[in-house]
T-cell receptor
């Protein structure tokens, strides 16, 4: 049974570019949440998708957007990249209110 | 607003020692969940425990134990007879259940880097 998978593993972009990160949830899970983890910090909640809709959002600007597909997989898009967007982006999946299980993350470097 | 404080940035102990990681939380809600996650160098957060705010019973799982005290808003984590493999960053987190289905986003502390020396 595959866990939460994220792609790509690593990514290097330059300021002003756009990036798309992908997440496949654990089998049987219907909810996907995205987190940003800066170096040496705890993960910060970006947003959560359930039934293909953004149902909750953390304190992140509109440059951060997402999508959930009918198969429950999800994408995180970041526009107009800033140096400060460099971080580990973690995806977590869950079945409604149950426990969130995390993927290994995508390491984004913005130069 | 929710907040989780892990005052210990880094702890270093020798193998076989017991170690306690502290977690203090703030929330205005009466119903909430508390969590501990482990993050090894690989980066993936590994779930350890979830505790409901209505259940203050302490829990033990092998060498791990958790002490939940609502009176002091604390949810501390103790590792007994620590091992080198326990070395990782440990995060305490808080969330609230939502109506209509779906899990709430987690609010994490900054983490405690635990180093177990052989």
């Amino acid at each position: 049974d595959a866990g939460v998978t994220q792609s790509p593993t690593h990514l290097i972009k330059t300021r002003g570019q756009q990036v798309t990160l992908r997440c496949s949830p654990k089998s049987g899970h219907d909810t996907v949440s995205w987190y940003q983890q800066a170096l040496g910090q705890g993960p910060q909640f970006i947003f959560q998708y359930y039934e293909e809709e953004e149902r909750q959002r953390g304190n992140f600007p509109d440059r951060f957007s997402g999508h959930q597909f009918p198969n429950y997989s999800s994408e995180l898009n970041v526009n107009a990249l800033l140096l400060g967007d460099s971080a580990l982006y973690l995806c977590a999946s869950s079945l409604r209110q149950n426990i969130q299980y995390f993927g290994a993350g995508t390491r984004l470097s913005v130069l | 607003a929710q907040k989780v404080t892990q005052a210990q940035t880094e702890i270093s102990v020798v193998e076989k020692e017991d170690v306690t990681l502290d977690c203090v939380y703030e929330t205005r809600d009466t119903t909430y969940y508390l969590f501990w996650y482990k993050q090894p160098p690989s980066g993936e957060l590994v779930f350890l425990i979830r505790r409901n705010s209505f259940d203050e019973q302490n829990e033990i799982s092998g060498r791990y134990s958790w002490n939940f005290q609502k009176s002091t808003s604390s949810f501390n984590f103790t590792i007994t007879a620590s091992q080198v493999v326990d070395s990782a960053v440990y995060f305490c987190a808080l969330s609230e259940p939502t109506s209509g289905g779906g899990a709430d986003g987690l609010t994490f502390g900054k983490g405690t880097h635990l180093i177990i020396q052989p």
